[in-house]
């Protein structure tokens, strides 16, 4: 049960719908308050009559449906004239039998000529002849009506009198009665007043539509959908028909046309013709020959239609076509769509290059591939080109659409690109949707973006996008309102750290951003993009830092270490040997090169001369099995009082003489002594000398002897050298001032 006021307040609602609820009473002020209704629905509710319905308060309504009901009486309430709003009204599938003068007598007096009507499937028996004299409607729906062909041709007779915009009559695909159905059940529609007639679903083949039709001559529209037609050859040139829609139809043939007057003409989804044949419409403007498997063995001029009127060509998800001419005749085409039909030939030559006016341009799917760079000139008023599924030359999309400024719309999705041309896109300036999804592209490239200045919707998802190409954040033209990047292989790794942050502050026009999710690393695979932290990348920049500092420390500490080896093993052995007594006077650094002089004269002077020194030699002091640098560390400083550098030509060019030499050095800073003799054996070239700079510093800084191979020479050298041995020495004068009487004779003996 519906009380009184039962919506009372609902003053904005404009759509009820009551279905299958077991009504048994509703009462007279239900619907009060409903003052904006619009459409109400009491389908399966027990309705048993319309005149029981209280509706007549509601002014606003434009559609009632009281469709499964058990309502036997077609009469229309007088209520029926405070609906001037009513638009459709659905009695089907109720159980009206008879139609008489007095039920329609309201629609006489309140004429309601937008209302259409639908009686379908109720079991009509007799519509009463003039019951629709001059009635006016928009639409009358007649579909499994009746049950043999004499019962239609008597119903249709009682319909005379009806002006009517659209009629519909047929059947259902599951619900048929109709048996025989010939030319003469027609007949009674020459008394209506018809502009557009349609037949639905009917199993009889249709073998003279010519004379099925003829009381349909000057009407302006005919529908056939799911009928068997064995030919429309016949019609007569002369029929009045502007617009022909045959739908899911059966034919032996295609319908070899030749209508003057046919502006529109829809031919889809229909069975039993293959290949195309030529039309002659001279007036045709709209034609739709989509969804039947034609064949087209040469595509596209003016001759093929017999008109050059056409502006709408719809040649889609047909079998081959094969593209032989550049649409001569046909300049007028506005729409041209190829969509999911095998088109051979198009990439060979400039095949739209007299479609100057073609606005929309759809080869999605047709298995092109594109080579000819030329394929879209003369295309310079397009505002919508669909190529998705198609292929190109090395999965590069070339620059093809530099002419095609005018382009609003691209859907460049499912073509395998993996890379997009500099520039492809530099002259599309009022481009405004863009659809690169489905493809390969491994990078987001902003600079195939940055002309797009009315750019508003940008698709790129379902490709590899790893992250964007430049380090810098991505950026995009102030237009751009919606950005899908799902689907996409992100990378969600520190080195993408920016352009992740990016995502995070643009989510408000990324599409689905909560739904992108990280493919790398292997830990991170399946995250969304929105979770990845910042914090992660700064923790792991101080350990990679610390790690490299620390690396980097023990790596200068080794070649410290390294390099200094020597040195510290010369600081040990000071501590270890200091405060102890010395084994040799000096301790000779000279060259293999020179070692005839050290033989015959140091040697031969200093140890056999008064008081003898006793001195480290190499050749002869070094212990046998131990490191040539151990030996001279540990046996010539650390052993020595003072340290004789013999330096000559070869000296500074024998490396061994410089490391002992950088040694003695050491030695000499860790003894706090001067320790060190410079004997230069012969005059060096400076530029030789400056090689090794510290030598020459010393050399040119410190008091140094040179060995002068004459009698007073030699004099002056042994007298400087023994004086310089002595320091440090324990000594005893007397034997010094006989050793200094002897002096000369020694000198003589060498």
């Excluded at 020459?696 to 310089?724: M, P």
């Excluded at 000594?731 to 200094?740: S, V």
């Amino acid at each position: 049960m519906i009380e009184d006021d039962a919506y009372q307040g609902l003053h904005h609602l404009s759509t009820l719908i009551l279905t299958g609820n077991p009504i048994k009473r509703i009462a007279l002020g239900a619907f009060l308050g409903l003052s904006s209704l619009q459409k109400l629905v009491a389908v399966e509710t027990n309705l048993a009559s319309l005149e029981d319905f209280p509706i007549r308060h509601l002014k606003t309504l434009k559609e009632l449906n009281v469709a499964h009901n058990v309502i036997h009486s077609f009469k229309l309430p007088e209520y029926f004239s405070n609906l001037p709003n009513l638009e459709q009204l659905d009695l089907s599938n109720n159980q009206i039998r008879n139609i008489y003068h007095e039920d329609l007598q309201i629609l006489q007096q309140m004429p309601l000529p937008q209302l259409s009507l639908d009686l379908s499937l109720n079991p009509i028996e007799l519509i009463q002849p003039g019951a629709f004299k001059e009635i006016r409607l928009h639409q009358l729906t007649l579909r499994n009506n009746f049950n043999s062909t004499d019962v239609m041709k008597t119903s249709i007779r009682g319909l005379a009198g009806l002006k009517i915009h659209r009629l519909i009559m047929g059947e259902f695909r599951n619900e048929r009665n109709m048996g025989e159905f010939d030319n003469s059940v027609l007949e009674g529609l020459c008394n209506l007043t018809i502009e557009e007639f349609q037949i639905v679903y009917l199993d009889e083949v249709l073998t003279d539509v010519a004379g099925l039709f003829s009381c349909l001559a000057n009407i302006s529209a005919v529908s056939l959908v799911s009928v068997q037609i064995s030919s429309l050859v016949g019609l007569p040139k002369d029929f009045k028909w502007q617009d022909l829609e045959l739908v899911n139809c059966r034919f032996y043939q295609f319908p070899t046309l030749e209508l003057f007057s046919l502006k529109r003409f829809i031919f889809n989804a229909n069975r039993g013709s293959n290949n195309f044949v030529e039309v002659k419409l001279p007036s045709l403007e709209f034609l739709d020959l989509s969804r039947n498997g034609l064949s087209f063995k040469g595509c596209c001029s003016h001759r093929d239609v017999g008109t050059s009127r056409l502006k709408y060509l719809d040649l889609s998800y047909n079998d081959v076509i094969t593209m032989s001419s550049n649409f001569p005749g046909l300049e007028r085409l506005e729409h041209l769509d190829f969509q999911h039909s095998t088109l051979k030939s198009i990439s060979e030559f400039p095949v739209f290059i007299l479609l100057n006016k073609l606005l929309y341009l759809d080869i999605s799917y047709t298995s092109t591939q594109v080579v000819f760079h030329g394929i879209f000139n003369g295309l310079i008023s397009l505002q919508v080109l669909k190529m998705a599924g198609n292929s190109f030359q090395r999965n590069v999309f070339p620059n093809i659409l530099t002419t095609l400024t005018n382009l609003t719309y691209v859907d460049l999705s499912m073509c395998q690109l993996q890379q997009v041309s500099w520039g492809a896109f530099d002259s599309l300036l009022k481009l405004q949707v863009l659809n690169i999804s489905h493809n390969k592209l491994l990078t987001l490239d902003m600079l195939h973006y940055k002309h797009l200045h009315s750019l508003q919707i940008l698709d790129v998802s379902f490709n590899g996008i790893e992250a964007s190409e430049s380090q810098e954040l991505p950026q995009f033209p102030s237009s751009l309102a919606l950005l899908n990047l799902t689907q996409n292989n992100f990378a969600c790794t520190c080195e993408y750290q920016s352009f992740l942050q990016w995502v995070k502050d643009q989510r408000q026009f990324l599409v689905e951003a909560e739904q992108m999710v990280c493919a790398t690393p292997e830990r991170m695979r399946g995250t969304p993009v929105l979770s990845f932290s910042n914090t992660t990348c700064q923790m792991s920049k101080t350990i990679i830092s610390a790690s490299v500092l620390s690396v980097l420390v023990v790596a200068l500490v080794i070649v410290l270490f390294y390099k200094f080896y020597f040195h510290l093993m010369l600081l040990a052995g000071c501590k270890k040997y200091s405060g102890g007594e010395n084994t040799y006077d000096a301790f000779v650094i000279y060259s293999s090169q020179d070692e005839d002089w050290v033989r015959n004269e140091l040697v031969k002077n200093l140890e056999e001369g008064v008081p003898p020194f006793h001195l480290c030699l190499h050749y002869r002091d070094f212990i046998p099995g131990v490191a040539i640098a151990a030996n001279i560390i540990q046996e010539g400083f650390h052993k020595s009082r003072k340290v004789i550098v013999v330096v000559s030509q070869h000296f500074i060019q024998s490396r061994w003489c410089i490391f002992e030499y950088e040694i003695a050095q050491t030695w000499q800073f860790l003894s706090s002594r001067s320790g060190i003799i410079f004997i230069v054996l012969q005059k060096i070239e400076k530029s030789l000398l400056r090689q090794q700079v510290e030598l020459y510093r010393l050399l040119s800084r410190n008091t140094y002897l040179e060995w002068e191979d004459s009698v007073l020479g030699r004099h002056i050298f042994w007298r400087r050298l023994r004086k310089a041995l002595l320091d440090g020495k324990s000594w005893n004068p007397e034997e010094t001032a006989d050793a200094e009487n002897s002096q000369p004779e020694a000198t003589t003996s060498t």
